[in-house]
């Protein structure tokens, strides 16, 4: 064993010669590497300690291992899934995102935080590098292995948590000071959005413009206003698609100073808040719902909150059976407006939008094992007297709602016990 290690050094001697020899022969600056034993600080942080606060997580106490078990507190035999088969990238759903899975090789914009399995404090916050989400181009070796495996599963507005083994991380050599060999890596990951390479390429071409803001603005403001008649028209998937179009473009936008950031996420409230009403329109209330999440990580940046945004999200969850939630939601608009009451037209008869909810409900309701249904209605007549009617067709007996002995606008629908 000692012949070994004398043969070693001598190998090292030689070549550190030999470098030294091909290194004087070359002009300017020569400089000496060191084979120094890496030295791994868990103390070490690229942050101010006081902005880690905000993103301590107790679940993560631990002890470390080579292993995926070093997560074992945070996972239950239902509560995550095997993205690889072999338990490399474990995947834990928090909130779910709406449309198609992201594509292959495009281009995402997402937040992370970033943990290792025995320490509370995060290695890597995105949040802390900047108020916008980090850009990303999947297929092309810039996010970790693991991650990029993990991404590739997420929708647009998805929460996830993904537990990445060593071998898909930063495997035996780690990443110091910092991260150790064989660390186990959770990630937090908040996927905002994703666009593909040709949308890409059409706008980084002018990335050098010093107008690219203003002129990127005018664009944005242009598709916005497309949008907004489009909506007025009741072309709803029309204008759907123009505000989605602008809240890309807005990913994409650099910005030189506070104030744009600024204009950059007010526009992002606007636009979110403009989705959540049309996904209301389409009865799309989970949408609804995800869209005033959406809006809420930049409203709250600029401490601007849109009344508008309230009361979409507060009637979408009422509609949704979430009535506690829902309450807090239509509050909070009237608290920001007291003297908007926002009375909708109560004659106005119910759209067909509502009526095919309305059904799929009561469908569910009649085969579920719920005992009570409650349905919000407005003041016309008709309306109320087709409810009834509807009722009674599935032998389901219901009764108005009161209220500190006042009659509401809700009714109330029981099973009829045999």
């Given at each position: 064993m000692s012949d070994e290690k004398e043969l070693s050094c001598e190998i090292d001697s030689i070549l550190k010669k030999a470098s030294e020899e091909i290194l004087n022969k070359q002009s300017g600056h020569c400089f000496t590497v060191e084979n120094i034993e890496p030295n791994f600080n868990e103390d070490y942080s690229p942050y101010v300690k006081k902005d880690l606060e905000e993103f301590i997580n107790f679940d993560m106490l631990g002890e470390e291992s080579d292993n995926l078990e070093s997560f074992s507190n945070i996972l239950t035999s239902t509560n995550h899934e095997d993205l690889t088969g072999d338990r490399s990238v474990l995947k834990i759903l928090l909130d779910p995102g709406i449309g198609q899975v992201v594509p292959e090789n495009y281009i995402v914009f997402l937040h992370y935080i970033a943990y290792i399995s025995n320490l509370h404090e995060p290695f890597d916050v995105t949040y802390l590098q900047g108020k916008r989400p980090k850009r990303f181009t999947l297929g092309n070796y810039e996010l970790l292995p693991g991650l990029e495996i993990g991404v590739k599963t997420m929708r647009i507005g998805e929460n996830a948590r993904f537990i990445v083994s060593p071998e898909?991380?930063?495997?035996?050599?780690?990443?110091?000071?910092?991260?150790?060999?064989?660390?186990?890596?959770?990630?937090?990951?908040?996927?905002?959005?994703?666009?593909?390479?040709?949308?890409?390429?059409?706008?980084?071409?002018?990335?050098?413009?010093?107008?690219?803001?203003?002129?990127?603005?005018?664009?944005?403001?242009?598709?916005?206003?497309?949008?907004?008649?489009?909506?007025?028209?009741?072309?709803?998937?029309?204008?759907?698609?123009?505000y989605e179009k602008a809240i890309e473009l807005l990913h994409l936008i650099g910005c030189n100073s506070d104030d744009e950031e600024v204009e950059i996420m007010k526009y992002l409230n606007k636009l979110y808040t403009n989705l959540s009403l049309c996904y209301l329109k389409q009865c799309a209330f989970n949408k609804v719902c995800r869209m005033g999440i959406e809006a809420m990580k930049y409203s709250e940046r600029f401490s601007k909150f849109s009344?508008?945004?309230?009361?979409?999200?507060?009637?979408?969850?009422?509609?949704?059976?979430?009535?506690?939630?829902?309450?807090?939601?239509?509050?909070?608009?009237?608290?920001?407006?007291?003297?908007?009451?926002?009375?909708?037209d109560e004659n106005v008869r119910w759209p067909p939008s509502f009526?095919?909810?309305?059904?799929?409900?009561?469908?569910?309701?009649?085969?579920?094992?719920?005992?009570?249904?409650?349905?919000?209605?407005?003041?016309?007549?008709?309306?109320?007297?087709?409810?009834?009617?509807?009722?009674?067709?599935?032998?389901?007996?219901?009764?108005?709602?009161?209220?500190?002995?006042?009659?509401?606008?809700?009714?109330?629908?029981?099973?009829?016990?045999?």
């Open positions: 898909l991380a930063y495997r035996e050599m780690g990443c110091p000071p910092r991260i150790p060999p064989n660390a186990t890596i959770l990630f937090d990951v908040h996927l905002v959005s994703y666009l593909s390479p040709e949308n890409s390429l059409l706008y980084d071409k002018d990335s050098r413009d010093p107008e690219r803001f203003n002129i990127s603005m005018v664009q944005v403001k242009k598709i916005h206003k497309e949008g907004n008649e489009l909506f007025k028209l009741r072309n709803i998937e029309r204008a759907i698609f123009k009344t508008k945004l309230f009361f979409n999200w507060g009637k979408a969850l009422r509609l949704l059976k979430d009535f506690s939630e829902a309450n807090n939601k239509l509050k909070k608009a009237l608290k920001l407006e007291p003297k908007n009451k926002y009375q909708e009526w095919e909810v309305f059904h799929t409900r009561l469908s569910e309701f009649v085969n579920g094992d719920d005992d009570i249904l409650t349905v919000n209605l407005n003041n016309n007549l008709d309306d109320i007297e087709l409810v009834k009617r509807k009722v009674s067709t599935y032998n389901l007996k219901w009764h108005i709602i009161q209220k500190a002995g006042v009659e509401s606008k809700s009714i109330a629908i029981q099973k009829i016990e045999e």
